[in-house]
């Protein structure tokens, strides 16, 4: 079976992650997988330099970007029409918004070809006006009617589309990404390596750092803390257009409160080291930084959006909370309390486990493959 995993781009985040899990599990005497992709645009990490080459061939696809470009939009479709109908794929699988409208767009595939497209999240709240959202809400109403099945990270991505009327109940797969447990080390090395006290309290942050991940929230937290916790460290690991504003704040709170790390090849220690991982977004799909962090049985405290309450579920899992407030209180109550603490990862850790293994997802997703194949 011939099957085309087709993405905008490769930058460091959740879509990526999933692909270059999918291309690494795959039975590739069964499964002839390629990777069909864009480039990441500026300022932009590639998710290969920190991970390392993805498994299987990688075709770059002249002109795709998640911009909407119209020259360089028809180069790519025309590269696509031309590459497809060469190579005949059984599957193409989508992921982001961009590579979505493509595989989608009448006339470009194959006839015979299956197509499918991953929601990561979706993009209904919090990232544009209401009338583009409109726009956005009836532009996939008409791509769900094309393709053959939609994928979903978690439960409540899949209803938050089905809400907005984008896709049938049946044509939906909830199938959760894939997650290799990270090789931390332990918190003392990891620690060490990092310059921290050892006895210290340490909170991390893992992601990039855009508008709609929040960042203000995670200035407002280390604000709290160093008030409350004049010893707590705010590790920010990631980087993005809203560095620069948590860079600044690092210079004007007391020295080690807020320490932004920029782009890491070493999250594993950077979870290693901390008490507690945070999540302050207004949107999330099904967040890995806080799936890798759980499986590092590190306690998570997350904004309750998206996809987050299916990862997280407040009070067995990790911790819910929005208001910058009871943010605060819920990690000074994980780092004031080692039995909570402990008492939440590993339940956390258990549930990661379960629902993330990559063997799981791998199998379900070739499961929907051959399904589609006939």
């Given amino acids: ?50 991970h390392g080459p993805l498994a299987g061939v990688v075709r770059d696809v002249p002109g795709l970007s998640p911009a909407l470009r119209p020259d ?13 109908r060469a190579d ?27 197509r499918v497209h991953t929601f990561h999240g ?19 109403r008409r791509l769900a009617r094309r393709s053959h099945a939609l994928v979903a990270v978690s439960e409540h991505v899949r209803d938050d589309l089905l809400d907005a009327r984008i896709g049938e109940p049946d044509q939906y797969r909830v199938i959760p990404p894939g997650v290799e447990p990270p090789a931390a080390p332990p918190q003392e090395q990891a620690r060490r390596e990092l310059g921290l006290d050892p006895d210290q309290p340490v909170v991390a942050y893992v992601g990039r750092l855009t508008g709609i991940k929040r960042p203000d929230r995670l200035i407002a937290l280390a604000e709290r803390l160093g008030r409350s916790h004049p010893d707590a460290t705010l590790l920010v690991a990631g980087g993005g257009d809203r560095l620069d504003e948590v860079e600044a704040a690092a210079r004007r709170l007391p020295s080690g409160t807020l320490r932004p790390l920029g782009w890491r090849d ?12 945070v999540l302050t977004s207004d949107n999330e799909g099904a967040p890995l930084s806080l799936v890798e962090a759980q499986l590092c049985e590190r306690v ?20 819910l909370a929005s208001e910058p407030t009871a943010f605060h209180e819920a990690v000074a109550a994980v780092l004031d309390d080692p039995a909570l603490r402990g008492r939440l990862a590993r339940a956390g850790r258990g549930r990661a486990a379960s629902r993330h293994d990559p063997r799981r997802t791998a199998a379900e997703t070739a499961a929907l493959y051959r399904a589609l194949a006939g």
């Fill in 88 to 114: 005949r794929p059984d599957v193409v699988h989508s992921h982001t918004a961009k590579a979505g409208l493509l595989a989608r767009t009448p006339g470009l595939l194959p006839r015979g070809t299956a």
């Fill in 1 to 50: 079976m011939r099957v085309v995993q087709l993405i905008a781009r490769l930058n460091v985040g959740g879509p990526a992650a999933v692909v270059d899990m999918l291309a690494r599990s795959a039975d590739h005497e069964r499964l002839d997988l390629e990777i069909w992709t864009g480039r990441p645009g500026r300022g932009e990490a590639d998710h290969r330099d920190l």
């Fill in 266 to 277: 070493d999250v594993p220690t950077v979870l290693g080291a901390a008490d507690a991982v």
């Fill in 72 to 84: 360089q939009d028809a180069r790519a479709a025309f590269w696509l029409a031309r590459r497809s």
């Fill in 122 to 140: 979706h993009v209904l709240h919090g990232y544009f006006s209401d009338r583009a959202v409109r726009a956005i809400r009836a532009a996939e």
């Fill in 300 to 319: 998570v405290i997350a904004t309750p959006v998206g996809g987050v309450p299916d990862l997280v579920l407040d009070g067995e899992t990790g911790l």
